[in-house]
């Protein structure tokens, strides 16, 4: 796996490179084909705390994981158990996906403990009549519901929109055509 890193308001040293490289290197027992896959790590500062992003992406899905902490090693040592944690438990997830789309990206060859949690389902809908309104609006209705996110249609455009809160604290939307 080639991974490539790279600092925002931090100097990566070489032993914090060969740190997340070691650690990463354990992620390779996943992939078939782990050669021509590459991460992308962002080291960056925020506050008293460092915080390490991984990005995996592969030709079907991406791996994404974040994790801050106050020990730069330690974050290392998280975000890599949050990206296996992610694996093992879409093992029978993405197993199914790739029978169905003929791709092989997983090797499947790893046992994993059953957990409450591998047994998601769909526990709700809903379905929404939505009224148009301005961004401001939507956000006051998100804050009013307690909710991190909202969907409304847009009274400019006419677009869906879905209004979420970021982890910094701002607001982000994601609109469809």
Do not use: W
């Not at 991984?54 to 090693?73: G, S």
């Not at 997830?93 to 090797?107: M, V, W």
């Amino acid at each position: 796996m080639k991974i490539n890193t790279r600092g925002d308001k931090l100097l990566v040293t070489e032993g914090i490179k060969n740190h997340i490289d070691s650690k990463l290197q354990k992620l390779e027992k996943y992939f078939d084909n782990h050669e021509s896959l590459s991460a992308n790590v962002l080291v960056r500062v925020t506050g008293r705390n460092q915080t390490i992003e991984v990005t995996i992406p592969t030709n079907h899905f991406t791996l994404r994981a974040e994790e801050a902490h106050d020990d730069l090693y330690a974050a290392v040592d998280l975000v890599v158990d949050k990206l296996e944690r992610q694996i093992r438990k879409n093992k029978t997830r993405i197993e199914k996906r790739s029978k169905k789309d003929k791709f092989k990206e997983i090797n499947y060859d790893f046992n994993i403990e059953i957990d409450e949690e591998d047994n998601e389902k769909i526990v709700k809908r809903k379905k929404l009549d939505m009224k148009p309104m301005n961004e401001e609006e939507a956000i006051l209705q998100m804050n009013l519901l307690g909710h991190a996110f909202f969907i409304f249609k847009n009274i400019d455009n006419e677009n869906i929109c879905l209004l979420y809160k970021r982890n910094d604290g701002n607001y982000g939307i994601i609109e469809v055509d």
